[in-house]
């Protein structure tokens, strides 16, 4: 039993970190995956509670079935987080950005919690050869997703109101800086990007409008104006005369 404990202890952590690390590069930020990550020992609370009530043991499956909640509950706050961003770059305070995020993203979160609920009843009810094991790795995840999905719902809205960025704020200091730099577009993402677009070598000014239908009729009209004229000075061409036909002399008359 230490020997599975230690390594539970090490594959717990170096999924963590390997999670933690991937979601710091995609959002360039380490408050995002805090918040995303905060309601991960919820889920693991759910999942030992049945293992508590007798209904298993740590033994390998159930460390498979911890392991696949990290990423299972991860889904959760990546569907709320990411979607509270966009909101905050659309004008949106923090507060009011993942209270909107939450409340559309509820349906995918409940859907995805009910899927994998429901896969796991085979797992539960399965019989025979290996069914203890099946019975151990189901039991965890279906307990460890709907209490961690019950808990995520409230957790991480609550954290992401308080420690995450002010992407709102930060766009407009950037904006900011922009401005202040020179006639750099908003649009420009890098300072090297704002040098070229001062000297004119990116972002070049806004195409011509495009005309309206009032402008194209008379553009249409002086066309059809300018080909009649050419065609009525043109010479009538000639009538293309057939092949010669060659006469056919009578025997008689050579």
Same mark, same amino acid.
């Given at each position: 039993?230490?020997?599975?404990?230690?390594?539970?202890?090490?594959?717990?952590?170096?999924?963590?970190?390997?999670?933690?690390?991937?979601?710091?590069?995609?959002?360039?930020?380490?408050?995002?995956?805090?918040?995303?990550?905060?309601?991960?020992?919820?889920?693991?609370?759910?999942?030992?509670?049945?293992?508590?009530?007798?209904?298993?043991?740590?033994?390998?499956?159930?460390?498979?079935?911890?392991?696949?909640?990290?990423?299972?509950?991860?889904?959760?706050?990546?569907?709320?987080?990411?979607?509270?961003?966009?909101?905050?770059?659309?004008?949106?305070?923090?507060?009011?950005?993942?209270?909107?995020?939450?409340?559309?993203?509820?349906?995918?979160?409940?859907?995805?919690?009910?899927?994998?609920?429901?896969?796991?009843?085979?797992?539960?009810?399965?019989?025979? !050869?290996? !069914?203890?094991?099946?019975?151990?790795?189901?039991?965890?995840?279906?307990?460890?997703?709907?209490?961690?999905?019950?808990?995520?719902?409230?957790?991480?809205?609550?954290?992401?109101?308080?420690?995450?960025?002010?992407?709102?704020?930060?766009? $407009?200091?950037?904006?900011?800086?922009?401005?202040?730099?020179?006639?750099?577009?908003?649009?420009?993402?890098?300072?090297?990007?704002?040098?070229?677009?001062?000297?004119?070598?990116?972002?070049?000014?806004?195409?011509?409008?495009?005309?309206?239908?009032?402008?194209?009729? !008379?553009?249409?009209?002086?066309?059809?104006?300018?080909?009649?004229?050419?065609?009525?000075?043109?010479?009538?061409? $000639?009538?293309?005369?057939?092949?010669?036909? $060659?006469?056919?002399?009578?025997?008689?008359?050579?």
């Amino acid at each position: 039993f230490v020997q599975e404990g230690n390594t539970l202890v090490y594959t717990f952590i170096f999924a963590l970190v390997v999670i933690f690390l991937v979601l710091a590069a995609q959002y360039e930020s380490f408050r995002d995956p805090l918040i995303i990550l905060i309601a991960l020992p919820t889920a693991i609370f759910g999942a030992l509670i049945p293992l508590n009530a007798g209904l298993g043991t740590i033994n390998i499956y159930t460390q498979v079935g911890l392991v696949t909640l990290i990423g299972l509950i991860s889904k959760h706050g990546i569907l709320m987080v990411d979607f509270a961003n966009k909101l905050q770059e659309q004008g949106l305070g923090r507060r009011e950005a993942i209270e909107h995020a939450a409340a559309v993203r509820l349906r995918p979160i409940l859907m995805t919690t009910a899927a994998m609920v429901v896969a796991m009843v085979p797992l539960l009810i399965a019989d025979g !050869a290996g !069914a203890a094991a099946r019975f151990a790795i189901g039991v965890v995840i279906a307990a460890g997703m709907t209490i961690g999905t019950l808990f995520t719902l409230f957790v991480t809205p609550a954290v992401y109101t308080y420690i995450a960025r002010d992407h709102q704020k930060a766009k $407009r200091e950037e904006e900011t800086a922009l401005a202040a730099a020179g006639a750099a577009p908003a649009h420009a993402e890098t300072a090297e990007e704002a040098d070229q677009a001062a000297a004119g070598m990116i972002y070049p000014a806004p195409p011509e409008p495009y005309p309206t239908e009032e402008a194209l009729s !008379a553009e249409a009209q002086g066309i059809g104006s300018a080909a009649a004229a050419a065609t009525a000075t043109q010479p009538e061409p $000639r009538a293309k005369r057939g092949p010669a036909r $060659r006469r056919r002399l009578d025997p008689a008359a050579e």
